[in-house]
């Protein structure tokens, strides 16, 4: 292996994250403001801080009333929850799941803003929360509304089945905005102006000790109701029989001219995703899980044309008392060999808490092979936390070193019983 001639040296640096959270009684206020990676011996963009308030009006009244709380989040605050549906429908392709967690049917959901609420557009939101001892578990109501005129509703309905199981329904509906202006000249994609759009999402689910599933249904109408709704369809099941569990789903959609609510196109047709995963030496400190996962995806390319997809991963935890350990490896294009990619990672809870991690991807096509190392040291007290964190990266083509990147980054957080401060920032020298 030989170098790449002509190095020279670049350094950037960032404020990814500063905020403040102040909490009264039946009140939070949160602030957040960020500076992007900025050279040297340039002037960063200055963002509008992102700001959010959130009172829970009920918590004013007395007890009776406190059981059926109303809280308003006012500023810059975006949704999340099942809104990320109507955006990217499809299944995660790059998640073994071993342990025993399963998405319930979710709602829409508007938490105070981070760093990356900065510039976003005011908003306001409303929600009403009942919860009973009735086979009517849980009610929940959302609305959301912002100043470009998107408006967001969403509702939940929980219901018991058993001491351990329930049946969950939800719903999401929006107003949203598409266009495609831009294209390139084999693709058949037709060109169209900015159009409004309605979209909406349903999900049922059903959550017992052993079996669990999540069916999703999201509609997307043009603004010709007659005309009939885009559709997509998944769903999501898991079986558990003491240390084994088994994760199985599967995508499909109607129209392969779909566009969803983040205003891109669903390029993703069809997906088939089996995850087995087993739990071997399950003492109290001491524990392995054995994970697997097959996908099979139905993909639009570049040029239109329709591939279908393979891809196979595996997984290994282990586990002691005082550490954990993650290896995983990954082969994309199985008949042609495209992407092969791996990542290993320690941690250990005690002395600092460090914890490494190394990973690489190679693409046999290109020969291009990717190495990534970091190392991260932690503290957690009682009323202040911290982290270090220096990594490196290097990209290597046919033997040679194209890009060396090193990263360093702080953070920390303190707060008290009403306040909290966090802040981030970090330092990128870029070798070329």
Not at 10 to 35: C, D, F, N, R
Not at 204 to 222: C, D, G, H, Q, R
Not at 272 to 291: D, E, W
Request: include cysteine; charge should be positive.
């Amino acid at each position: 292996m030989c170098l790449a001639q002509n190095f020279s040296a670049e350094t950037k640096y960032s404020v990814p994250l500063v905020s403040a959270k102040y909490s009264v009684s039946g009140a939070t206020l949160k602030t957040a403001w960020k500076i992007p990676q900025t050279e040297l011996n340039q002037n960063p963009d200055f963002f509008v801080p992102a700001w959010g308030l959130a009172i829970d009006f009920f918590n004013f009244f007395d007890d009776k009333t406190k059981s059926v709380p109303f809280p308003v989040v006012a500023g810059t605050v975006t949704p999340s929850g099942a809104i990320s549906r109507l955006k990217k429908p499809s299944l995660s392709s790059s998640t073994v799941a071993i342990r025993n967690s399963f998405s319930d049917a979710s709602m829409l959901f508007v938490p105070l803003p981070g760093a990356s609420n900065c510039e976003k557009p005011l908003a306001l939101s409303t929600s009403l929360k009942i919860k009973t001892d009735s086979p009517v578990k849980k009610i929940n109501v959302t609305l959301y509304s912002n100043e470009k005129n998107d408006f967001l509703e969403s509702a939940l309905i929980q219901l018991k089945t058993g001491k351990k199981s329930h049946i969950s329904f939800s719903t999401t509906a929006g107003q949203f905005v598409k266009s495609n202006t831009t294209s390139k000249w084999f693709s058949a994609t037709r060109l169209f102006p900015e159009t409004q759009f309605f979209a909406t999402n349903y999900q049922a689910s059903l959550i017992t000790p052993w079996f669990k599933t999540l069916e999703t249904v999201n509609l997307f109408y043009e603004q010709n109701f007659f005309s009939g709704p885009q559709a997509t369809f998944s769903s999501e099941n898991q079986l558990k029989l003491k240390h084994f569990l088994l994760n199985f789903a599967f995508f499909c959609i109607s129209d392969k001219e779909l566009f969803t609510a983040s205003s891109t196109r669903q390029k993703t047709l069809g997906q088939i995703k089996i995850n087995p995963a087993i739990t071997a030496f399950p003492l109290k400190n001491l524990k392995t899980q054995f994970g697997a996962l097959c996908l099979l995806e139905q993909k639009i390319q570049s040029d239109e044309q329709i591939r279908l997809e393979k891809k196979l991963s595996g997984q290994i935890n282990f586990y002691t008392k005082n550490t954990f350990s993650k290896l995983i490896i990954s082969a994309e294009g199985i008949d042609s060999a495209e992407k092969f990619s791996g990542s290993f990672c320690h941690n250990l809870y005690r002395l600092a808490n460090p914890s490494e991690t190394v990973s690489f991807t190679f693409a046999p096509k290109d020969n291009k092979l990717k190495l990534k190392f970091g190392q991260k040291i932690s503290f957690n007290k009682k009323n202040c936390s911290g982290s270090f964190f220096a990594g490196t990266t290097s990209v290597i083509i046919n033997d040679k070193i194209d890009s060396l990147r090193t990263e360093i980054k702080m953070s920390c957080q303190a707060k008290t019983k009403r306040l909290s401060v966090s802040a981030s920032a970090g330092l990128f020298f870029n070798i070329l």
